[in-house]
Protein backbone atom coordinates (compact mmCIF):
# COMPACT_ATOMS: atom_id res chain seq x y z
CA UNK A 1 0.00 0.00 0.00
CA UNK A 2 1.11 3.41 -1.24
CA UNK A 3 -0.57 6.54 0.75
CA UNK A 4 0.07 9.70 -1.60
CA UNK A 5 -0.41 13.37 -0.28
CA UNK A 6 -0.58 16.90 -2.27
CA UNK A 7 0.12 20.11 -1.57
CA UNK A 8 0.39 23.18 -3.12
CA UNK A 9 -3.07 23.81 -4.39
CA UNK A 10 -4.28 27.61 -4.70
CA UNK A 11 -5.08 30.82 -6.45
CA UNK A 12 -2.96 32.05 -8.94
CA UNK A 13 -3.26 34.50 -11.70
CA UNK A 14 -2.10 33.77 -15.16
CA UNK A 15 0.95 34.40 -16.17
CA UNK A 16 2.17 33.38 -12.81
CA UNK A 17 4.05 30.30 -11.36
CA UNK A 18 3.13 27.29 -8.86
CA UNK A 19 4.35 24.98 -7.13
CA UNK A 20 2.52 21.60 -6.38
CA UNK A 21 3.93 18.61 -3.96
CA UNK A 22 3.44 14.95 -3.47
CA UNK A 23 4.67 13.05 -0.09
CA UNK A 24 4.31 9.00 -0.49
CA UNK A 25 4.53 6.95 2.13
CA UNK A 26 4.14 3.31 2.88
CA UNK A 27 5.95 0.86 0.41
CA UNK A 28 7.65 3.48 -0.77
CA UNK A 29 10.60 1.50 -2.46
CA UNK A 30 8.13 -0.68 -4.77
CA UNK A 31 6.89 2.67 -6.23
CA UNK A 32 8.49 2.88 -10.51
CA UNK A 33 6.16 5.47 -12.12
CA UNK A 34 4.51 8.46 -10.21
CA UNK A 35 2.92 10.83 -12.11
CA UNK A 36 0.67 14.42 -12.21
CA UNK A 37 -2.88 13.86 -13.59
CA UNK A 38 -5.81 16.77 -13.49
CA UNK A 39 -9.15 17.09 -13.70
CA UNK A 40 -11.32 20.12 -14.78
CA UNK A 41 -15.49 20.60 -14.10
CA UNK A 42 -17.29 18.25 -16.69
CA UNK A 43 -13.96 16.95 -18.07
CA UNK A 44 -12.19 14.14 -17.86
CA UNK A 45 -9.32 13.25 -15.92
CA UNK A 46 -6.07 13.85 -18.17
CA UNK A 47 -2.10 13.20 -18.03
CA UNK A 48 -0.01 16.00 -16.75
CA UNK A 49 3.51 14.81 -16.96
CA UNK A 50 4.88 11.81 -15.63
CA UNK A 51 8.47 10.79 -14.12
CA UNK A 52 9.85 7.14 -13.47
CA UNK A 53 12.35 5.80 -11.04
CA UNK A 54 14.93 6.64 -12.85
CA UNK A 55 14.03 10.41 -13.81
CA UNK A 56 12.46 9.89 -17.67
CA UNK A 57 10.18 12.25 -18.04
CA UNK A 58 7.19 12.48 -20.40
CA UNK A 59 4.61 15.62 -20.48
CA UNK A 60 1.04 16.46 -22.12
CA UNK A 61 1.40 18.54 -25.30
CA UNK A 62 -0.22 21.48 -23.34
CA UNK A 63 1.84 21.68 -20.95
CA UNK A 64 5.27 21.15 -22.46
CA UNK A 65 7.80 23.89 -21.97
CA UNK A 66 5.82 25.13 -18.97
CA UNK A 67 5.62 22.58 -16.34
CA UNK A 68 8.69 20.45 -14.97
CA UNK A 69 8.06 17.44 -12.85
CA UNK A 70 10.45 16.32 -10.71
CA UNK A 71 11.26 13.75 -8.02
CA UNK A 72 13.36 12.65 -5.24
CA UNK A 73 13.45 9.02 -4.52
CA UNK A 74 15.05 9.20 -1.25
CA UNK A 75 12.81 11.76 0.33
CA UNK A 76 9.68 10.20 -1.00
CA UNK A 77 8.28 13.14 -2.56
CA UNK A 78 7.65 14.68 -6.10
CA UNK A 79 6.79 18.59 -7.44
CA UNK A 80 5.44 20.25 -10.26
CA UNK A 81 6.98 23.23 -10.79
CA UNK A 82 4.04 24.80 -13.05
CA UNK A 83 5.38 28.18 -15.00
CA UNK A 84 3.30 31.06 -17.37
CA UNK A 85 -0.51 29.70 -15.97
CA UNK A 86 -3.17 29.56 -18.16
CA UNK A 87 -6.88 29.68 -16.69
CA UNK A 88 -7.00 26.63 -19.00
CA UNK A 89 -4.84 25.08 -16.30
CA UNK A 90 -7.82 25.53 -13.50
CA UNK A 91 -8.09 21.79 -12.13
CA UNK A 92 -8.22 19.57 -9.44
CA UNK A 93 -4.37 17.62 -9.79
CA UNK A 94 -4.15 14.97 -8.42
CA UNK A 95 -0.76 12.51 -7.38
CA UNK A 96 -0.36 8.82 -8.90
CA UNK A 97 2.15 6.13 -8.14
CA UNK A 98 2.52 2.60 -9.67
CA UNK A 99 4.30 0.07 -7.99
CA UNK A 100 6.64 -2.07 -10.29
CA UNK A 101 6.11 -4.96 -8.29
CA UNK A 102 2.29 -5.94 -8.00
CA UNK A 103 1.68 -3.10 -10.66
CA UNK A 104 -1.09 -1.30 -8.50
CA UNK A 105 -2.04 1.90 -8.69
CA UNK A 106 -2.62 4.61 -6.03
CA UNK A 107 -3.84 8.15 -6.36
CA UNK A 108 -3.93 10.68 -3.96
CA UNK A 109 -6.86 12.93 -2.70
CA UNK A 110 -6.25 15.36 -5.60
CA UNK A 111 -5.28 19.54 -4.89
CA UNK A 112 -7.02 22.79 -6.90
CA UNK A 113 -5.34 24.99 -8.89
CA UNK A 114 -7.39 27.66 -10.10
CA UNK A 115 -5.96 30.57 -12.46
CA UNK A 116 -7.71 33.84 -12.68
CA UNK A 117 -7.40 35.90 -15.63
Known amino acids: QVQLVESGGGLVQAGGSHRLSCVAS????????MGWYRQAPGKQRELVAT???????NYADSVKGRFTISRDNAKSTMALQMNSLKPEDTAAYYC???????????WGQGTQVTVSA
Open 96 to 106: KAGLWDTRQVF
Open 26 to 33: GSIFSINT
Open 51 to 57: ITRGGNT
